[in-house]
């Protein structure tokens, strides 16, 4: 089973924050009266149903997160006495959250992965970086426990937020971490912890390059780990209006759909806004989104129970219903792209 309890609790914000459910439960203390559990998210095969999951939980509507903690362990406890391989996640929205449940079809073929280039550890010149981003995280968890969630802007690429101590953490990135650019771009592409190629594309956030950067992050998104595939997203959506004409838009619509079909919540919420972004930005991109996921689209809108899976779904299926004129496609771009 894959379970994720500790792990990431995803807010919708696309913020990465670690989320155990003991600090989502501390979080739920500044939320309005009757914040709790709305409801499962289901996504899987025949092995189990939504029914089966609804009643192995056995919370009522409203439950605390209190609740939900003892109710998922007991639902995995279940589900491993089964044999059926599972991956849990938290999603909230509106007036709760909800427990997101996929289970692994083991007769679906999987997604490739990429294949890292040279597997080895990577020796960085310093690891202060790591240690600072280490630092900023845990201000923005503290921050958010005390429901006071710092919000992002970007500018010329790079990240900023609505704290100040957080800006101080970042502004001693900005100074680290362009010089170790390469050193960084070579644990993304050969370190087997996936721990440190998560964390180095986090830190790119502060270097001068975002379009070179999202150019070589394309292969990340078809990374074996979700938390890198997730770390590359986050880095290239709110970069999505800076990419030039001829850049591989292709690749990277296609990189996104496989995501999309990825048995996991933040795989699929994260390339639905990422895919949708596109299309906004970049219209021509609707011809390959209607080619490689108009029919997943029009799935996880009839299945998911979620706003944020259902909306970006539904506007994308407008969208493929009626692409744009076919463009002259630019010149395609080298190895080593001239932006």
Request: charged share 30%; hydrophobic share 35%.
């Given at each position: 089973m894959k379970a994720k309890f500790p792990a990431t609790f995803f807010l919708l914000s696309l913020s990465l924050l670690a989320f155990t459910p003991g600090a989502l439960a501390k979080a739920s203390g500044s939320k309005a009266p009757g914040w709790g559990y709305q409801g499962v998210e289901f996504s899987g095969s025949s092995q189990v149903s939504r029914l089966e999951l609804e009643r192995g939980l056995?919370?009522?509507?409203?439950?605390?997160?209190?609740?939900?903690?003892?109710?998922?362990?007991?639902?995995?406890?279940?589900?491993?006495?089964?044999?059926?391989?599972?991956?849990?996640?938290?999603?909230?929205?509106?007036?709760?959250?909800?427990?997101?449940?996929?289970?692994?079809?083991?007769?679906?073929?999987?997604?490739?992965?990429?294949?890292?280039?040279?597997p080895h550890h990577i020796n960085l010149s310093s690891e202060k970086p790591f240690s600072v981003f280490a630092e900023l995280l845990e201000r923005r968890r503290q921050l958010s426990e005390q429901g006071r969630?710092?919000?992002?802007?970007?500018?010329?690429?790079?990240?900023?937020?609505?704290?100040?101590?957080?800006?101080?953490?970042?502004?001693?990135?900005?100074?680290?971490?362009?010089?170790?650019?390469?050193?960084?771009?070579?644990?993304?592409?050969?370190?087997?912890?996936?721990?440190?190629?998560?964390?180095?594309?986090?830190?790119?956030?502060?270097?001068?390059?975002?379009v070179r950067i999202c150019f070589t992050l394309i292969p990340a998104i078809?990374?074996?780990?979700?938390?890198?595939?997730?770390?590359?997203?986050?880095?290239?959506y709110p970069r999505i209006s800076l990419l030039p004409e001829n850049f591989p838009l292709s690749d990277l619509t296609e990189a996104f759909s496989n995501q999309m079909t990825r048995q996991t919540h933040q795989d699929r919420l994260l390339a639905l806004r990422c895919l949708l972004e596109l299309s906004r930005r970049h219209p021509q991109t609707i011809w390959s989104i209607k080619t490689?996921?108009?029919?997943?689209?029009?799935?996880?809108?009839?299945?998911?129970?979620?706003?944020?899976?259902?909306?970006?779904?539904?506007?994308?299926?407008?969208?493929?219903?009626?692409?744009?004129?076919?463009?002259?496609?630019?010149?395609?771009?080298?190895?080593?792209?001239?932006?």
């Open positions: 056995g919370l009522k509507q409203g439950a605390s997160p209190e609740a939900a903690d003892k109710a998922i362990e007991r639902l995995k406890a279940s589900l491993e006495q089964k044999h059926i391989k599972t991956s849990l996640d938290l999603a909230e929205e509106g007036n709760g959250y909800f427990i997101v449940v996929d289970v692994i079809d083991p007769t679906l073929v999987g997604v490739p992965s990429r294949h890292l280039k040279f969630p710092v919000t992002e802007k970007y500018d010329n690429g790079l990240k900023y937020f609505s704290d100040e101590p957080c800006n101080q953490f970042a502004a001693q990135l900005h100074k680290q971490v362009p010089s170790m650019l390469f050193e960084f771009l070579s644990v993304i592409e050969s370190d087997p912890d996936p721990r440190r190629r998560s964390q180095a594309i986090e830190v790119l956030n502060w270097v001068e390059e975002p078809n990374d074996a780990d979700e938390q890198v595939r997730a770390s590359a997203s986050r880095y290239i490689f996921d108009e029919e997943r689209l029009k799935q996880l809108k009839s299945t998911s129970v979620l706003s944020a899976i259902q909306e970006p779904a539904t506007e994308l299926i407008k969208l493929c219903q009626n692409p744009p004129p076919l463009k002259q496609k630019p010149k395609p771009i080298s190895d080593e792209p001239n932006f």
